[in-house]
């Protein structure tokens, strides 16, 4: 019998999950099967009535997904590092990456769609071999390989196949801003369809825009350095420096940067810092070490 809250789930299919096992738990067992994560905590009403709910379709789905709940008030690192601002939270994640989601209570009929589709997306991925996702793959190499012309045309072609393809949209993007076209990068974000506008894919890509308009006025990293040693309470200089040194290839040494700023003084400018430190993290993959290191860190400093 399953109850109400948080008891051990009754399967191997259901899993209490903590920081120590979400690695092995979600990430890496998401890269063979599609996981369910259920982000809640004691006290909230409605994750009484999802999480049985969730585990009955999961149950349903015999083998083809699994589900890891998380209780929020004893796991803060993750729920601060995937940003979980309310409760309760799902996530799916697949090939180590969450690629659909919702928020709040809803009922059974959408929950048992919800579960579908993740078990749907999962098995068109793997049953297509040598389809999409094998031209995708060369796509992305050819990106990584210095080859962008040729790797948006292959983006293109996947998406004649597929219009609702969003990582082919994010990998044009891509592509444009590795030749250094912004415009014709937004401008193909922006023709992306509606349906595919939430996911993940997409979001990294719009951050990624946002921060290549940022590096075309970033300013010199020595001088900005330079700036900072004379006067580390400089807080605009500190941002412009960790704008300039993203500009430059240093992901990780600009997050040191923001931490820094939010350290000093989180409420500066708005929150900036922090804003920032959200944009950063969203245009890259979720388990990139950079942004693992710096969720964890701006996690410990928000709970502190």
Not at 28 to 54: H, N
Not at 64 to 85: F, P, S, T, W
Not at 215 to 241: I, K, M, T
Request: glycine letters at 6%; one cysteine or more; hydrophobic letters at 50%.
């Amino acid at each position: 019998m399953i109850e109400l809250g948080g008891q051990t789930p009754a399967t191997d299919l259901i899993k209490d999950v903590s920081e120590a096992s979400f690695m092995a738990e979600v990430v890496e067992m998401s890269q063979t099967i599609p996981v369910i994560v259920d982000f809640w905590a004691p006290w909230c009403g409605p994750c009484k009535t999802l999480g049985p709910a969730l585990e009955a379709a999961v149950t349903k789905a015999k083998g083809a997904v699994r589900m890891a709940k998380v209780n929020v008030d004893e796991n803060q690192g993750i729920a601060g590092q995937l940003q979980i601002q309310s409760i309760p939270t799902v996530y799916a994640f697949w090939k180590g990456q969450p690629v659909d989601g919702f928020q709040g209570a809803v009922p059974p009929s959408e929950i048992d769609a919800f579960v579908a589709r993740v078990v749907e997306a999962a098995g068109g991925a793997a049953d297509e071999g040598n389809g999409l996702d094998d031209a995708l793959d060369a796509a992305d190499e050819m990106l990584e390989a210095g080859a962008a012309s040729d790797a948006a045309e292959t983006y293109a072609a996947i998406i004649q196949e597929d219009a609702n393809n969003a990582r082919a949209f994010a990998g044009m993007v891509r592509a444009y801003l590795a030749m250094d076209d912004i415009d014709q990068a937004e401008a193909i974000l922006n023709g992306a369809p509606a349906e595919i506008s939430s996911a993940p894919e997409i979001e990294a890509a719009h951050a990624q825009i946002a921060l290549a308009r940022q590096a075309a006025a970033a300013g010199p990293v020595d001088d900005l350095q330079a700036a900072v040693e004379a006067n580390p309470d400089d807080h605009q200089a500190r941002f412009d420096l960790a704008q300039a040194l993203h500009a430059n290839g240093q992901a990780a040494e600009a997050v040191d940067q923001l931490l820094e700023l939010f350290r000093r003084d989180r409420e500066w400018n708005d929150g900036a810092a922090k804003q920032q430190l959200f944009t950063v993290f969203e245009a890259l993959k979720p388990s990139d070490p950079v942004v693992l290191n710096g969720r964890r860190k701006l996690s410990s400093m928000i709970f502190a």
